[in-house]
C-alpha cells in the first residue's frame, strides 16, 4: 500500500536534451524555433545561433558544447563554403552526439519543397553563388515572391499545410541522392521536423509484468 510519503513515479519516459546550431540568426533559427513550439518540443530543444557563419565554426561550437547535451544538430548549408567537407569530417569524428543535417545548395530548397520536387542542379554563376539563384528559384512560387533570406518570420505558420508534401519530397530526394551520389539539390531538414514531432509525444514507460 503506498504510504502519504511515497511520490508518484513518472509515467513518461525523459526526452533527450537537444540543441540545434543555425548557421544564420533569423531565417532557418526562426522557422525552427517556430518548428519545434508547434510539436510542442520547446522544452527539450534549445535552438540558437553561436555566432559563427560557416560550417566548420559551426561543427566546431557543436564539438566544444555537446558535453552538456543529449545531442546536438548543425544546420548548414553547402553553397559554394571552401571549408563545408572539413566540418563533415569534423562532424564525423564526433558522430556518437554530433550530427550535421545539410542542405544542398541552402536552407531554401527546403522551403522550395513545399511547392514542388526538383532535382535540378544549382550552380553558382557570376557573381550569384548557387543560393543566390535558388531563393531567386523560391520566389517564383506563389505567396513567396516577397521572400527576404534574412527573415523567415511566422513562415513556418505560411506554409504549415503544405508541410506533408515537404517531408515526402525531402524524403524521396534525400533517398534518390544517396543512390546516385549527386547531393545538389538535397536537404536533411524533415529529419529534425522529424525530431521535433517525436519529442513533442513523450512515450509512455513501459510497466514491468507483476505476478
Known sequence: MPTRFDRNKPSLQQQALVLVLCEDSKSSRMYLQDAANHFRAYAEVEICHCGKNDPKGIVEEAVKRQRNYDHVYCTIDRDSDPKFDAALLQAAAHASKVTVIASYPCYEYWLLLHFRKTRSSYVGVGNHSSGDLLVKALRKETGMEAYDKGSSQ??????????????????????????????????????????????????????????
Request: proline content about 7%; hydrophobic content about 40%; cysteine-free.
Open 154 to 211: 511566422h513562415l513556418f505558420d505560411k506554409l504549415l499545410a503544405k508541410l506533408p508534401k515537404a517531408r515526402k519530397h525531402a524524403t524521396e530526394v534525400l533517398a534518390e541522392a544517396s543512390s546516385d551520389g549527386d547531393w545538389n539539390p538535397s536537404t536533411r531538414l524533415h529529419e529534425l521536423i522529424d525530431l521535433f514531432e517525436k519529442l513533442g509525444h513523450p512515450q509512455p514507460i513501459a510497466l514491468k509484468n507483476q505476478r
